[in-house]
T-cell receptor, first 116, second 114 residues
């Protein structure tokens, strides 16, 4: 079945540094990937839609200069949290859809970001 | 604005019992509905996807139904096992072309008691 790999699974960084999270579709091409954020005991909140070869589409209230998204190939999207602050600590999850419009979404295992 | 509700928020049942999880949504203009499970600290695993034209989907001990007109979906788990313990999320995708933004429910945390 379709597999989405997300790396790293955990990262601890100091305030002010930047962190890059990778999301790869391992056995299918994904023209569109999605980045979500999840707070404890809450559901997923869509942050942005990443499109291969074009700019990402950000949801209202998400700072595009803070959360940089690059979808450079059909199998890789990256999310960079720039100048991280403690309030950016969260669980970030990416997902990708298969190449058919009615394909299900497949999710990575998430990245737990802790900013100290 | 689409709203997705899952009740109950938490459920505990003895091993071996059959159970039903509920998902309701306010806007029936959906493209599909997907059920996921999430283990603590992990991402989401897709369980079943139901297209808007379908009434149900089955995979092993899982059966998901969809009643689009009433805005409801259920996930039926037969002969529950401790390994089924997880949070179950439903999500709907809107029907308007090109819109892939899923709306998630807040989940039901399921505990199977050995």
């Amino acid at each position: 079945g379709a597999v989405v790999s997300q790396h790293p699974s955990r990262v601890i960084c100091k305030s002010g540094t930047s962190v890059k999270i990778e999301c790869r579709s391992l056995d299918f091409q994904a023209t569109t990937m999605f980045w979500y954020r999840q707070f404890p005991k809450q559901s997923l909140m869509l942050m942005a839609t990443s499109n291969e070869g074009s700019k990402a589409t950000y949801e209202q209230g998400v700072e595009k200069d803070k959360f940089l998204i690059n979808h450079a190939s059909l199998t890789l999207s990256t999310l960079t949290v720039t100048s991280a602050h403690p309030e950016d600590s969260s669980f970030y999850i990416c997902s990708a859809r298969g190449d058919r419009n009615n394909s299900p979404l497949h999710f990575g295992n998430g990245t737990r970001l802790t900013v100290t | 604005k689409q709203e997705v509700t899952q009740i109950p928020a938490a459920l505990s049942v003895p091993e071996g019992e059959n159970l039903v999880l509920n998902c309701s949504f306010t806007d029936s203009a959906i493209y599909n509905l997907q059920w996921f499970r999430q283990d603590p600290g992990k991402g989401l695993t897709s369980l079943l996807l139901i297209q808007s034209s379908q009434r149900e989907q089955t995979s092993g001990r899982l059966n998901a139904s969809l009643d689009k007109s009433s805005g409801r979906s259920t996930l039926y788990i037969a002969a529950s096992q401790p390994g089924d313990s997880a949070t179950y999320l439903c999500a709907v995708r809107p029907s308007n072309f090109g819109n892939e933004k899923l709306t998630f429910g807040t989940g039901t945390r399921l505990t199977i008691i050995p």
